[in-house]
């Protein structure tokens, strides 16, 4: 899913390999860097985890994987545009 998919506010999960799924809500979308902001329980060991947005019916749309976290916040690089540096 583009970065578009993902809008401040959006119930947002992710499946970590330290904290397992755990879900929170999109902070900001910054479309021109391709990196989503949330507010994830997410910790060191999770990067690579994949994220994604519910919608409506209970599908999963993947929208990126987590790459950072700190401040109780959690980066997740959005799969669609490739981040500023990936092309």
Known sequence: AP???AR????ICK???RTGRTCGFVFNVYPHSGEIVAFLPATSGD???PA???EPGGKARL???LSGVGFGQTVIDA?????AGLY
């Open 52 to 54: 994604y947005i519910m």
């Open 8 to 11: 401040p506010g959006s119930f």
């Open 47 to 49: 990067s690579g985890s």
């Open 63 to 65: 929208v990126g994987v």
């Open 79 to 83: 799969i669609e545009p490739l981040p």
């Open 15 to 17: 499946d970590g390999s």
């Open 3 to 5: 970065v578009s998919a």
